[in-house]
């Protein structure tokens, strides 16, 4: 078991500073009630601010030890404005735990991305060009013992104008993320004509190889429908690239429950 330490900053804000001293005290008092051990927890008095919209924040530092799981599942609800791996208890996990993990991370956040929109924005691809497909088992062998990559069937739903533009644009995503792509293979789910424009839903089942933290943020990004590990049966965890796995999670939760109030201030 991944039993890791951690320190959460929470920012509560709005314009009346009882209400938003009310606010951080009630997320203390649940965070308290969670499935964890919280270690430490400081709650700071509101200070005024600049931004017309929240006049007033306040900020809660806590410090708390759990299961990786849980510990991810407290990220996804609370949605931390910073998350500090502090201390790491065992390494490795099994690809099957690791799989639920990737299963709550990616229902949630499809959840959060069907009320707000998509993470997964990318600039022009055109000029990108197209990366390699296919490896050998020597090549794949080597990448998983001496890298620490992990292997990996990754299915995913995606629109665009035609199914060889969507298939060329995620080959061309993936590589830049950090991914080697192994096997492709897509199909046309739908067809529709959105103001005289054509647009298809393509199913693409892909097999990829990455290490832990591109394998984390493509699930929070892309919310697969169906994951599947490989190799190997149990995954070693680097503490970098959890720590950024678990900052990047926090980061595209804030900037999904944040578009209303970034949209609204513009």
């Avoid at 993936?174 to 647009?199: D, F, H, P, T």
């Amino acid at each position: 078991m991944v039993e890791i330490t951690v320190n959460f900053y929470i920012e509560a804000a709005g314009n009346d500073k009882k209400a938003v001293e009310t606010s951080i005290s009630e997320i203390a008092e649940k965070l308290r009630g969670e499935n964890v051990q919280i270690l430490e927890l400081n709650i700071e008095d509101p200070v005024e601010t600049d931004d017309p919209k929240a006049r007033y924040s306040a900020m809660m530092e806590a410090k708390i030890r759990g299961e990786l799981g849980e510990i991810v599942n407290l990220i996804l609800r609370y949605g931390p404005t910073i998350v500090e791996l502090e201390d790491m208890k065992e390494r490795e996990i099994r690809a099957d735990e690791l799989v639920k993990i990737l299963a709550l991370v990616s229902k949630v956040m499809g959840e959060l991305m069907e009320k707000f929109g998509p993470l997964a924005i990318y600039p022009d691809l055109s000029n990108v060009p197209e990366p390699r497909i296919g490896y050998s088992e020597d090549e794949i062998a080597k990448m998983i013992i001496d890298e620490g990559m992990i292997r990996y069937q990754f299915v995913i739903e995606v629109f665009g104008k035609d199914k060889d533009s969507v298939e060329s644009s995620i080959k061309k995503a993936l590589a830049i993320e950090g991914c080697y792509i192994n096997k492709i293979a897509s199909k046309v789910l739908k067809e529709e004509n959105i103001n005289s424009e054509k647009r298809v839903k393509v199913l693409i089942a892909l097999e990829l190889l990455s290490n832990f933290e591109v394998l984390f943020n493509l699930t929070a990004k892309y919310s697969p429908v169906a994951i599947v590990m490989l190799e190997p049966e149990f995954v070693d965890i680097n503490p970098t690239e959890l720590q950024n796995a678990l900052s990047g999670l926090a980061t595209l939760v804030n900037e999904l429950i944040h578009r209303p109030l970034l949209i609204a201030n513009q």
